[in-house]
């Protein structure tokens, strides 16, 4: 088992930037591969980023390639979304996933969930 934490969602204006974390629980974290999603209301949950077991491979949805960035802490189970550039497109709650995957891209293939953090970008 794996409990997920997210923080630092909150209000920004388009433009601006947001840096979110997640912090799993366990001795095993080195051993998931992490990804976030988004849901916006009336829409269904998206993919946005996942980074491998090790940190070494990552992969970007084209709406957040160039503007995003993801990374991870294993020492620390740490796995953070810097987002720049933000839009107001890019406004939904913010979910920090576990898949025992090596990396996935699929909402399905993920095991573990946060309980999301709100992200707002105002024009």
């Known amino acids: 088992q794996v409990q997920l934490v997210e923080s630092g969602g909150g209000l920004v204006q388009a433009g601006g930037s947001l840096r979110l974390s997640c912090a799993a629980s366990g001795r095993t974290f080195s051993s998931y591969g992490m990804g976030w999603f988004r849901q916006a209301p009336g829409k269904e949950r998206e993919f946005v980023a996942a980074?491998?077991?090790?940190?070494?491979?990552?992969y970007y949805a084209d709406s957040a390639k160039g503007r995003f960035t993801i990374s991870r802490d294993n020492p620390k189970n740490t796995v953070d979304l810097q987002m720049n550039s933000l839009q107001p497109e890019d406004t939904a709650v913010y979910y920090c996933?576990?898949?025992?995957?090596?990396?996935?891209?699929?909402?399905?293939?993920?095991?573990?969930w946060g309980q999301g953090t709100q992200v707002t970008v105002s024009s």
């Open positions: 996933a576990a898949t025992r995957s090596i990396l996935s891209v699929t909402t399905e293939s993920y095991d573990y």
């Open positions: 980074i491998s077991r090790s940190g070494s491979s990552t």
